[in-house]
């Protein structure tokens, strides 16, 4: 009898530095088998992709066919034994709103991880990492071990991932409200502080599970934060946060997530009270 497997796929705009194929990859920790399958679809021929010289081109040129990358995470370590049973999972997962964030974020973590490999293994010092709701579309679904491998599916639900109103990002993105700091950066009346982008990686290798890679970045990124920001907020609970860093420097023991929690609370009071 097939076993049925489900799987979350997305697509994305664009290509992306991975071939095509189908990616085995074990879980460091529980050591879970997931299976990722790349395919491009509608990517121009390699020739014109590498085309240098310059041509011609109409004042308003029609936009040019764009090439979609297919990515389908499928969840090899949990395979259902009766198509009933996977349809019972497909129907409570799409029920529950946070579950089907659980799932996408799982998926696109493999994706970007192995995104995260490739860069380094070519020694690319801009690697793209993607988020689940930058796809053009996402599905959930099951299918045949034959079936997920090709991309295709015996059953699925296309799901929305868009931040709701009211919701913690949502609210996060109101209080930073990042585009009023983007203009202001552009027009040089004001700068990116160097322990924001050191957090802000220590933050993405955490969130990956890349620990030690955190830790590094992290260590840097509390004495640029301890440097830059002292006395930068009149507020108690700027200095008692400043205080309790200091004190995790000097036992250079503290756990990496209770630290970089209290770097991230100091930076969102300075955005949230400077305006």
């Not at 099951?142 to 609210?171: C, I, K, M, N």
């Not at 990686?201 to 970045?217: N, S, V, Y």
């Not at 630290?259 to 305006?275: P, S």
Request: glycine share 8%; aromatic share 4%.
């Amino acid at each position: 009898m097939a076993k049925f497997f489900g799987f979350v796929q997305f697509d994305f705009a664009g290509t992306l530095p991975l071939a095509d194929g189908r990616y085995l990859a074990g879980s460091p920790g529980s050591g879970e088998e997931a299976v990722l399958v790349l395919q491009r679809l509608g990517a121009p021929p390699l020739g014109e992709r590498r085309r240098r010289r310059g041509r011609p081109s109409a004042a308003e040129p029609e936009p040019a066919p764009l090439a979609l990358t297919r990515a389908t995470v499928i969840r090899a370590a949990a395979p259902f034994q009766a198509q009933a049973e996977a349809a019972r999972w497909l129907d409570g997962a799409c029920e529950d709103e946070e579950t089907i964030e659980v799932l996408a974020a799982e998926a696109a973590a493999m994706l970007n991880r192995a995104l995260h490999v490739q860069a380094v293994a070519s020694a690319d010092p801009y690697g793209r990492q993607l988020a689940p709701e930058q796809a053009e579309r996402v599905l959930l679904g099951y299918g045949s071990g034959e079936e997920t491998a090709d991309g295709r599916f015996t059953d699925a639900r296309q799901v929305d991932l868009t931040p709701r109103a009211g919701s913690r990002r949502r609210q996060r993105e109101e209080e930073l409200r990042p585009q009023e700091r983007l203009a202001a950066v552009l027009r040089g009346r004001e700068q990116l502080d160097a322990c924001e982008i050191l957090l802000l990686r220590a933050r993405a290798d955490l969130d990956a599970g890349r620990e030690r890679e955190a830790a590094l970045q992290l260590r840097v990124g509390v004495e640029a934060l301890l440097s830059e920001l002292e006395g930068a907020v009149d507020d108690p609970g700027h200095e008692q946060d400043m205080a309790t860093l200091r004190e995790h420097q000097a036992a250079q023991e503290a756990p990496t997530e209770e630290t970089l929690a209290i770097c991230e609370r100091i930076l969102r009071r300075r955005r949230v009270l400077q305006g």
